[in-house]
């Protein structure tokens, strides 16, 4: 329960429709147990006036509530016995209105405020999750993130709207009808009662029980999903490694135990509900049947009105009572949602502007000094005592074995991580004091796994520019060397991209992805290996367009294809975490049995070969 304490700050946000809610779910509880006291009044009056008993008893006006003795006093006057039958019921009709009136405003209220608290938690939670680090993505699965936007929230929602209006409502119609079964009958009140515990320890025992196995449900269901949502996406693997079997197998198991929880879950609910109506009926009968006794024994002056009036109280009752159980577990849920929320909303993203953090115009000059970086989830050392310096308007490659750091070098300077040891600086300014949006707006990344949204070529392009001109948008996809292919589409640069529309070539997309970098326009440019999807004539095309572009800007390119490096400063040989080589093409060359010398080697007989 603690954890859903920090929904207070939501209820005070919606007090006033929080309280006018509470206000009608009392307002509609009160009109509803005032007419079995009305029908109490209507069958006495009936008996007595006809004297259909001759049983006596004693009309007690202190019995009824102050709206209904004026009501009582109104219809009484010089009426017919027909008149008032007539006239009562029209009352209680009335009152039947007015409550269900009240029931309007208070699902208005209560029901629309928990609509507006999702809202703005789906916000809140979205909001979160752009601020935290990528580590912190790299540590959870996209399924979980989604679930907890989706269904924590929608959990957390059950409980700011129908759990609240539930409990409300329970306490309201047990204080206000309890309070007048007191007023009319202490004796019968009391055994009517008896089996209502009886009955809300019951509920809430088996409902804990539905809880645990609805859960189980999900469980499964979301395993189910997760391998029918691999199949389709992987269908192509699943095919040549003819594996559909296999797949269909696994499949057959995860439905199965589906299947079986859902049964289970079925004979327990056929269970519960006629045991409910059953101790229902215990509660009508013992009514009856202990206020028939009393009335035949002509025992503390009970009336058929009160047996009625009785009646209606149990049958009111029920609801809300049959409804702990369920409420109960609704908390629950909600809980255990908003804890896992809060698991996340609690985070504080260790990349964040520092108070004194400044937007700063970069030039173009970075250094790296004598910087050591560990990643915190893997421990593994990335960079160790690693020290670069890059003049404004250098161009310096980066190459090196897999795994040897380089893209790490891209990761640091776009501040996704703090380096442990040592110092980043951009034209003498330590990265820490840049603002994190001045830093990243300034520094055009194309990184190493292309992401593309699912919308227009265009729009994927302008992303991080969103007013960017078209005229802009084409000068960009033409230095990307994409402006021909874009043309060749049905539908141009409006043509869809991503699960719906065109499907790319892995070329295509790195291309669309420096195009979108290229727009930026920035002192700063870094290319992760983004052209190891073009053949070398292409590559070797989009060079010469991007070598006029690159010309006033720092560019830092990250590759494993020597042949393209030829016009760069300086070359950088990563191993490691550390440089082993460094200079141009030609001073690499002469190392005799260099990292890069051999690398050249290798990739000319490869070309030649
Ligand atoms: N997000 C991460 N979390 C933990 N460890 C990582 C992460 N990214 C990279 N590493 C590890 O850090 C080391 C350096 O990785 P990095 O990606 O910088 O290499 P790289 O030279 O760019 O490799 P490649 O040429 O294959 O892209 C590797 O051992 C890698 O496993």
Request: with cysteine; charged share 20%; aromatic share 10%.
């Amino acid at each position: 329960m603690r954890h859903l304490s920090v929904l207070g700050k939501y209820f005070w946000k919606y007090r006033l429709r929080l309280s006018a809610g509470i206000l009608f779910v009392v307002l509609s509880n009160y009109f509803s147990v005032l007419s079995p006291q009305l029908m109490r009044f209507i069958i006495n009056y009936v008996d007595k006036a006809l004297s259909l008993t001759k049983h006596d008893f004693v009309e007690n006006a202190g019995e009824y509530d102050v709206l209904v003795q004026k009501v009582i006093r109104w219809i009484d006057q010089e009426r017919t016995v027909a008149q008032v039958v007539v006239v009562g019921s029209l009352v209680i009709l009335g009152l039947a209105l007015l409550r269900s009136f009240f029931m309007f405003l208070m699902r208005q209220t209560i029901i629309v405020m928990s609509r507006h608290i999702e809202y703005d938690q789906k916000n809140e939670v979205y909001a979160k999750y752009q601020q935290l680090d990528t580590s912190f993505f790299k540590q959870h699965r996209v399924g979980d993130l989604m679930n907890r936007i989706a269904e924590d929230v929608s959990r957390v929602r059950i409980f700011t709207g129908p759990a609240i209006m539930y409990i409300v409502n329970l306490v309201s119609v047990i204080a206000l009808s309890v309070f007048f079964m007191l007023q009319s009958s202490k004796e019968l009140t009391f055994y009517v009662l008896i089996p209502l515990p009886l009955l809300a320890i019951i509920i809430y025992f088996v409902n804990n029980t539905i809880h645990k196995k609805s859960e189980r449900i999900q469980e499964a269901l979301s395993d189910l999903t997760t391998n029918a949502q691999e199949s389709y996406s992987g269908i192509r693997v699943i095919k040549s490694f003819v594996q559909e079997k296999n797949m269909f197998e696994f499949f057959r198991i995860n439905a199965e135990t589906y299947r079986k929880n859902a049964i289970s879950l079925a004979k327990t609910e056929a269970v519960y509900f006629p045991s409910i109506n059953l101790l229902i009926g215990i509660s009508t009968l013992l009514t009856i049947m202990i206020g028939g006794l009393y009335y035949i024994n002509n025992e503390h002056n009970i009336s058929l009105g009160t047996i009625v009036e009785f009646v209606v109280y149990v049958n009111m009752l029920t609801f809300p009572v049959s409804a702990i159980g369920l409420t109960a577990s609704m908390v629950q849920r909600a809980a255990a949602s908003q804890k896992r929320l809060n698991e996340f909303l609690d985070i504080q993203p260790e990349i964040q502007d520092s108070p004194d953090a400044k937007d700063v115009k970069l030039e173009g000059n970075i250094d790296f000094n004598n910087v050591t970086f560990t990643y915190p989830d893997t421990g593994i050392v990335a960079l160790k005592n690693f020290d670069l310096h890059i003049k404004k308007g250098e161009k310096v490659a980066i190459t090196g074995r897999t795994g040897s750091g380089k893209t790490t070098v891209a990761q640091l300077l776009l501040r996704m991580y703090n380096a442990q040891e040592g110092s980043i600086q951009f034209d003498s300014i330590p990265i820490e004091q840049i603002r994190l949006a001045s830093l990243r707006n300034q520094i055009s990344y194309v990184p190493q796994d292309v992401f593309l949204f699912s919308d227009t070529v265009e729009n994927n392009i302008r992303f991080g520019i969103p007013h960017a001109s078209k005229e802009a948008v084409r000068e960009a996809a033409k230095i990307a060397g994409l402006e021909k292919e874009i043309e060749g589409f049905a539908n141009g640069y409006d043509t869809m991209i991503g699960e719906r529309g065109v499907t790319l070539s892995g070329g295509q997309k790195q291309r669309i992805s420096i195009a979108r970098a290229i727009i930026k326009d920035t002192a700063i440019v870094i290319f992760d290996d983004c052209l190891s999807a073009v053949d070398a004539k292409t590559e070797k095309e989009i060079m010469s367009r991007l070598n006029p572009y690159l010309e006033d800007k720092t560019a830092i390119i990250i590759t494993h294809r020597v042949f393209s490096l030829l016009q760069f400063d300086r070359i950088i040989v990563l191993d490691e975490g550390a440089i082993v080589e460094q200079g141009t093409h030609e001073e690499l060359m002469r190392i005799p049995d260099g990292f890069y010398a051999r690398l050249y080697a290798r990739q000319q007989e490869g070309r030649e070969g």
